[in-house]
T-cell receptor, first 114, second 113 residues
Framework: EAGVTQSPTHLIKTRGQQATLRCSPI?????VYWYQQALGLGLQFLLW???????NRGNFPPRFSGRQFPNYSSELNVNALELEDSALYLC?????????????FGQGTRLTVV | QKEVEQNSGPLSVPEGAIASLNCTYS??????FFWYRQYSGKSPELIMF????GDKEDGRFTAQLNKASQYVSLLIRDSQPSDSATYLC?????????????FGKGTKLSVIP
C-alpha cells in the first residue's frame, strides 16, 4: 500500500514568488493535514482538510492557503514568499479526521526561498 | 497558548541502556498523546500513541502518561545506535479538531555504541 506522497521533494523559489506543494493521502484516508517544520521552530500545524473542506488552520497568514480535491489529494499554496517560509513542509493523512486513528506523514517538501 | 515542552538534549546513552524521554503539556484537557521519531532530513514516524493514564508497551518502547501531572514519557529499553534520532512528543489539545497535533521541539537522542 502506498504511503502519503508529496511532490516535489525540493523546491527553490525567489522571494515574492508563489509556491505550490502537493500531497496524495493514503488510499481511503479523507483527512489531510499540513505542517511546517522550520529550523529551530519545530513542527507547526498549518491546515486541516477533510472531505474537501478546510476544517481549521493554524496561526499562519492568509498567504498560506490550500484546497482538497474530490480524490482527497491536497495542494498547499504559499503566496508572496518570504525568506522565513524556507522550511520542510509535511503532509499527513488519517481516516476521516478522527483523533483516535493514526496519522501518517509524507516525506515532505523542502522549500527554499532565496 | 497550548504548549508542549521537551528537553532539547542531546541525550546520550550507551548501547543497551534505557533511554528516558520526557514531555510536559500545558493543556489539561488534552486527550491524545503521541511519540514520533524523526531521523535527520526525514519525516516523522509514529512510534506510539497513548490515551489513558498508565503505561503502554510495544516491544522495546513504553509510553507512560500521567494526566494529573500533565506529563508523558517514552522509555526505550535496550537502546540501539539505530535509535539515534530526534523524538517528538505531540498532543491533540482540547478543542482541536481531530488530528491537529501540537508538537514539542523534540529531544535529540544519541545512542553510543
Amino acid at each position: 500500500e502506498a504511503g502519503v506522497t508529496q511532490s516535489p521533494t525540493h523546491l527553490i523559489k525567489t522571494r515574492g514568488q508563489q509556491a505550490t506543494l502537493r500531497c496524495s493521502p493514503i488510499s481511503g484516508h479523507t483527512s489531510v493535514y499540513w505542517y511546517q517544520q522550520a529550523l529551530g521552530l519545530g513542527l507547526q500545524f498549518l491546515l486541516w482538510y477533510d472531505e474537501g473542506e478546510e476544517r481549521n488552520r493554524g496561526n499562519f497568514p492568509p498567504r498560506f492557503s490550500g484546497r482538497q480535491f474530490p480524490n482527497y489529494s491536497s495542494e498547499l499554496n504559499v503566496n508572496a514568499l518570504e525568506l522565513e517560509d524556507s522550511a520542510l513542509y509535511l503532509c499527513a493523512s488519517s481516516l476521516s479526521g478522527r483523533g483516535d486513528t493514526e496519522a501518517f506523514f509524507g516525506q515532505g517538501t523542502r522549500l527554499t526561498v532565496v | 497558548q497550548k504548549e508542549v515542552e521537551q528537553n532539547s538534549g542531546p541525550l546520550s546513552v550507551p548501547e543497551g541502556a534505557i533511554a528516558s524521554l520526557n514531555c510536559t503539556y500545558s493543556d489539561r484537557g488534552s486527550q491524545s498523546f503521541f511519540w514520533y521519531r524523526q531521523y535527520s532530513g526525514k519525516s516523522p514516524e509514529l512510534i506510539m500513541f497513548i490515551y489513558s493514564n498508565g503505561d503502554k508497551e510495544d516491544g522495546r518502547f513504553t509510553a507512560q502518561l500521567n494526566k494529573a501531572s500533565q506529563y508523558v514519557s517514552l522509555l526505550i529499553r535496550d537502546s540501539q545506535p539505530s535509535d539515534s534520532a530526534t523524538y517528538l512528543c505531540a498532543v491533540i489539545p482540547s478543542g482541536a479538531g481531530s488530528y491537529q497535533l501540537t508538537f514539542g521541539k523534540g529531544t535529540k537522542l544519541s545512542v553510543i555504541p
